[in-house]
């Protein structure tokens, strides 16, 4: 499990090396917020349609270590175009082909490392959680460096980390058993499943809170005289409580199986929320940030849990691209338009 292990590392501190800074560029080079608004609104509403047909045709071909590689080499080129664009119209198309190219690469990810793990499936967490830690030594490190240096560096920095993360996608073990026919009715057999159908849904009304949180709590520490330090340090109180949800994960799933673990994340999250409404000192948020982890991680690891237990044979890509579509694309659109319009008209608290 080495390579999945540094994969997970490295994906995710090259992602947290530019995502944070994406939309301090947009403002460097001159644009509007509402062309801000555009170009970070995209991303997930192309990732709902591209992790799932990605999926889809890594299961009907086989050809998994080919469309992963193809992916992240896809990605690259796209940020190291976005790194030299300056013009808006310009971005639209590379900002629509970054996100069409990163969207399917954890969905292929995860179900390799699913397939990897076999009869130890349970252990997916304790994998997982190299990719928290590469965002926890990501984060702070791109901070430091674009503080020095420049924004320019973000992307430096990205494209440093991600082009590690391909060389190790090279030496990740893919399966590639044949399935001779069986795609569509597969395909049919998931889409028609009441259960996967259900599943879906209750993960996107549940978690449409987490881009909630994630877009608007800074203004609101920002209301309560909050300082940026303070706003970073509760991101890294967030990353710290993943670790021990991912590692004791199988724990977890062994006591209350992959529905039970998904109840615990849903609950946890109102927990967060109402907790949320309550503050009114902005250090009070630092403790309320240790639900990130229960919120998040569990979900997460309960979603790959349970996709991976509902998939019909051969279909694991599909379907896992098919969750991250909701879950990475839906409920990021959704909650961010609904948070903004409920932030604007009725106030954090009841937000």
């Keep these: 499990?080495?390579?999945?292990?540094?994969?997970?590392?490295?994906?995710?501190?090259?992602?947290?090396?530019?995502?944070?800074?994406?939309?301090?560029?947009?403002?460097?080079?001159?644009l509007s917020s509402g062309q801000i608004g555009l170009l970070t609104g995209m991303p997930p509403l192309v990732a709902l349609l591209s992790a799932s047909v990605w999926g889809a045709l890594a299961d009907a071909t086989r050809k998994r270590r080919l469309l992963l590689t193809l992916a992240v080499g896809g990605t690259l080129f796209f940020v190291l175009l976005l790194s030299s664009t300056t013009v808006f119209l310009l971005l639209i198309p590379v900002v629509v082909g970054y996100a069409?190219?990163?969207?399917?690469?954890?969905?292929?990810?995860?179900?390799?490392?699913?397939?990897?793990?076999?009869?130890?499936?349970?252990?997916?967490?304790?994998?997982?959680?190299?990719?928290?830690?590469?965002?926890?030594?990501?984060?702070?490190?791109?901070?430091?460096?674009?503080?020095?240096?420049?924004?320019?560096?973000?992307?430096?920095?990205?494209?440093?980390?991600?082009?590690?993360?391909?060389?190790?996608?090279?030496?990740?073990?893919?399966?590639?058993?044949?399935?001779?026919?069986?795609?569509?009715?597969?395909?049919?057999?998931?889409?028609?499943?009441?259960?996967?159908?259900?599943?879906?849904?209750?993960?996107?009304?549940?978690?449409?809170?987490?881009?909630?949180?994630?877009?608007?709590?800074f203004l609101y520490m920002s209301e309560l005289g909050a300082s940026e330090m303070l706003m970073g340090l509760s991101l890294t109180v967030g990353t710290i409580s993943e670790l021990p949800l991912f590692f004791f994960s199988n724990y977890l799933l062994d006591r209350w199986g992959s529905r039970g673990l998904l109840i615990f994340a849903l609950f946890a999250t109102a927990m967060r929320g109402f907790a949320y409404s309550f503050v009114r000192a902005p250090w009070a948020v630092l403790p309320i940030a240790l639900l990130h982890g229960p919120c998040f991680s569990a979900m997460w690891v309960a979603g790959v849990s349970y996709v991976d237990e509902i998939a019909p044979e051969g279909l694991g890509a599909t379907a896992q691209g098919l969750f991250s579509g909701v879950v990475m694309g839906l409920r990021v659109a959704f909650g961010s338009l609904i948070g903004g319009l409920l932030y604007d008209s009725v106030g954090p608290v009841v937000t």
């Design 100 to 217: 069409l190219f990163m969207a399917p690469i954890m969905p292929l990810v995860d179900n390799t490392v699913v397939e990897l793990l076999g009869d130890r499936r349970d252990q997916y967490g304790r994998q997982r959680l190299w990719g928290a830690l590469g965002w926890g030594v990501g984060a702070p490190l791109a901070g430091l460096l674009v503080g020095h240096t420049g924004l320019r560096w973000a992307f430096y920095s990205y494209l440093i980390l991600m082009s590690i993360a391909l060389v190790v996608t090279l030496r990740l073990p893919v399966g590639r058993a044949s399935i001779a026919g069986q795609f569509r009715r597969g395909l049919r057999s998931l889409m028609t499943n009441w259960l996967w159908l259900r599943f879906l849904v209750a993960v996107f009304i549940g978690s449409l809170a987490l881009p909630i949180f994630s877009n608007f709590l």
């Design 1 to 30: 499990m080495l390579p999945a292990r540094a994969f997970y590392f490295f994906y995710y501190a090259a992602t947290a090396s530019l995502m944070p800074f994406l939309t301090l560029y947009y403002r460097q080079i001159g």
